[in-house]
């Protein structure tokens, strides 16, 4: 640890020796989707070399942000997950987010889209303040990648794969019809009528989708 410390009596040089490393953010951004093995770890970040996917996760143990448990039979796997004081990083992660949002337009060569940045992009999207008292689940399928977002009284919690009960089920057919939505560039009823999105359940629940998530 001595090497990456940074001399100084201050709260956020205490955090940047803990998750400034290269890559310790974005493991942090992935497991914050839940629990993952190091094979679903690594196949989010695919660009990271195994040993180093192995030192960060150890690194992230070492300073409690994160731990491993075994998974009950018949699983046979370990997997990794934030801690409570792990989790507490995530508004942190939120506003970098959405900070570092403002330079995107298009991927650049070799950029991946993910479910794990997909799922980062509706948390630093999210507006709380147009979903007070508000309870809905959705679904969001984006090609190969599916999401499911449920808000709670207002409350989000994000993952991946499908929602056991959506409310609206959201269905990219062509284009970029939910980042069009985000940015307001589209209205719900434009996406609609050209098919470029298709629902299931009930309609109104897409207006209200753009509003609540909104770059």
Not at 121 to 126: A, K, V
Not at 135 to 155: A, C, F, K, P, S
Request: glycine share 10%; proline share 6%.
């Amino acid at each position: 640890m001595a090497s990456r410390e940074y001399g100084q009596f201050c709260g956020l040089a205490r955090a940047m020796e803990m998750v400034g490393e290269r890559w310790s953010m974005l493991i942090i951004r992935n497991l914050l989707t839940g629990a993952q093995r190091f094979t679903d770890l690594h196949k989010g970040l695919p660009a990271i070399p195994t040993n180093i996917l192995s030192a960060r996760l150890k690194q992230l143990e070492e300073t409690g942000l994160a731990t491993r448990r075994a998974l009950p039979h018949p699983e046979r796997a370990v997997v990794y997950e934030l801690t409570d004081y792990g989790r507490d990083l995530e508004p942190a992660l939120i506003a970098l987010g959405r900070w570092g949002a403002r330079t995107l337009t298009e991927p650049r060569p070799g950029e991946l889209v993910t479910a794990e940045s997909v799922a980062m992009s509706f948390r630093t999207t999210y507006r709380p303040e147009a979903a007070l008292g508000v309870t809905v689940g959705y679904e969001v399928r984006m090609g190969d990648l599916t999401l499911r977002l449920q808000i709670t009284d207002g409350t989000l919690t994000v993952g991946i794969g499908r929602h056991p009960a959506p409310d609206l089920v959201i269905e990219r057919l062509t284009g970029h019809p939910i980042r069009e939505l985000m940015s307001g560039s589209r209205t719900p009823g434009e996406v609609l009528h050209d098919g470029s999105v298709r629902v299931e359940g009930d309609p109104a629940l897409l207006d209200r989708f753009a509003e609540m998530f909104r770059f």
